[in-house]
């Protein structure tokens, strides 16, 4: 049977994936000083997604929603809460909360129900994070138009000079989707270790990091489960990593934080380190949305 794995996951593959020699003494960070007894307590991440269900037990709470969407007169910003529209921002937000108990977590709606959303729609939900004091912003969509390279990179600079932190998933197909290729975003493709806190880190670049994305547990629509694979679901694996790391080190800057994570990346040789999307497909202009259902499950 042919291995399932998303497009951009093969550098985190056994046998392909590389061993890395330390940087003394930059490498000798280990978990404890990154993140030890931090749950993330006073950082404020970002799910721009579908939405995220607050009601469901991997939740619990969700504490500031935005709803952006086209109107007849430009884009309507609705701050009331919302549910999810589909479940796939509820299995990111859930993933992002079990690594930090604590974090604020707000949703920032761009989605649709059949998963997919348009351009402008994506951009103005990263627009809205950043310009809202967010540390950390779990981007599991990004589209495949080259007509919003420049705004989102635009974007992506606005966050990397207010260091809000970027984390971006590479799309499931091999194709070149943004902003997961700039180099200011935190990238992600997947692995099948069944580890949240293990992640690798990848010297070629432009997807840096490999974290937990294949068969993948993770909560759904109705207060339900779902069994998924796709780098959508890594990425909030390195989401609330950095969530975690910031509520010991909130001072840290992104250049700062790519250093410690790469420090722990289980493939840096001396062993110490064992730390531990979906691209938005549409039509037109629209971001491509895959959703990262790769071989899942049944909810």
């Known amino acids: 049977m042919m291995e399932r794995r998303p497009a951009w996951s093969s550098a985190f593959a056994p046998g392909v994936l590389q061993t890395l020699r330390?940087?003394?003494?930059?490498?000798?960070?280990?978990?404890?000083?990154?993140?030890?007894?931090?749950?993330?307590r006073g950082i404020k991440v970002a799910v721009v997604d579908s939405g995220v269900d607050a009601a469901h037990p991997a939740v619990g709470r969700v504490d500031g929603y935005v709803a952006i969407s086209e109107g007849p007169n430009g884009l309507l910003y609705d701050t009331e809460p919302h549910e999810d529209t589909y479940?796939?921002?509820?299995?990111?937000?859930?993933?992002?909360?079990?690594?930090a108990p604590e974090c604020e977590i707000y949703s920032v709606r761009v989605l649709g129900p059949r998963l997919t959303g348009r351009g402008v729609v994506f951009a103005a939900g990263m627009r809205w994070a950043i310009e809202n004091g967010v540390h950390v912003c779990n981007l599991s969509l990004s589209t495949s138009k080259r007509d919003f390279f420049g705004l989102l990179h635009e974007l992506a600079d606005q966050a990397y000079f207010g260091n809000v932190m970027l984390v971006a998933s590479a799309n499931n197909m091999p194709v070149v989707s943004y902003p997961a290729v700039y180099s200011s975003v935190?990238?992600?493709a997947s692995h099948d270790l069944e580890d949240p806190y293990l992640f690798y880190y990848n010297p070629?670049?432009?997807?840096?990091?490999?974290?937990?994305?294949?068969?993948?547990?993770?909560?759904?629509?109705?207060?339900?489960?779902?069994?998924?694979?796709?780098?959508?679901?890594?990425t909030p694996h390195i989401a609330g990593i950095i969530t975690k790391i910031l509520g010991k080190h909130p001072d840290l800057t992104i250049f700062q934080m790519k250093a410690v994570l790469r420090a722990l990346a289980a493939n840096v040789s001396r062993g110490a380190g064992r730390a531990h999307q979906v691209p938005l497909e549409a039509e037109e202009d629209e971001p491509s949305l895959d959703c990262g259902k790769v071989g899942g499950g049944s909810p």
């Open 22 to 40: 330390p940087v003394q003494p930059i490498d000798d960070i280990d978990r404890e000083w990154a993140w030890g007894g931090s749950t993330g």
């Open 87 to 99: 479940g796939h921002g509820t299995a990111c937000a859930g993933i992002i909360r079990s690594l």
């Open 186 to 188: 935190f990238s992600v």
């Open 204 to 234: 070629s670049p432009p997807v840096e990091f490999g974290a937990y994305g294949i068969d993948v547990r993770v909560a759904w629509s109705n207060g339900g489960w779902f069994t998924a694979t796709g780098n959508s679901f890594a």
